[in-house]
């Protein structure tokens, strides 16, 4: 879309079954969402660019492939969003016509008999027309944080629970 804008990415993980999670990000424009697959090749790519970048050997390439997961969605902000739904088959986009719910759910806080405290991840869910879309999201990214980027584009279809 002509003079479109990244307004902000966010990291998700849609759950296929038990066993099987992948990340896919949620980058938000001011027209529309668009929904990327981060596949093992980006991901690759991404670690043996900053691997490059930063120097180092096995134990960099290590520690870098460890944490490319936290940061890895912050590639889309300074992304043409053309390029970024071209970059797989699998990604996709929505409008705010085409969306009828947003909802963002926080995740509960649990407590261990030792007193430690953690927050379970938090609920995505989208609802278009070509049907309803559910992903989680670590609680290293605020829920009331992702509602406000996500109510940029769908306005008072998002709701935070």
């Known amino acids: ?10 990291p ?11 990340p896919w990000t ?3 424009t001011d027209a529309r969402i668009i929904v990327a697959k981060l596949t093992p090749e980006i991901q690759k790519q991404a670690v043996d660019a900053k691997v490059k970048e930063q ?33 797989t088959p699998e990604n996709w986009w929505v409008d705010a016509p085409g969306v009828s719910q947003v909802t963002v759910t926080q995740g509960r806080w649990e407590t ?12 995505l869910v989208i609802v ?24 940029q584009v769908f306005g008072a279809t998002v709701t935070l629970r």
Not at 12 to 22: A, E, R, S, T
Not at 112 to 121: L, S
């Open 1 to 10: 879309m002509q003079g479109e804008h990244v307004l902000g990415a966010l």
């Open 12 to 22: 998700v993980q849609w759950h296929k079954n038990l066993l099987n999670i992948i």
């Open 26 to 28: 949620i980058v938000v």
């Open 55 to 87: 120097g180092g050997g096995f134990l960099k390439r290590m520690a870098v492939a460890a944490t490319s997961g936290l940061t890895l969605h912050k590639r889309y902000l300074t992304m043409d969003p053309e390029a970024v739904l071209t970059e």
């Open 112 to 123: 261990d008999h030792d007193g430690h405290r953690w927050q379970n991840d938090h609920q």
């Open 128 to 151: 278009t027309q070509q049907g309803k879309y559910s992903y989680t999201f670590k609680p290293f990214m605020n829920a009331a944080d992702a509602a406000n980027l996500l109510a």
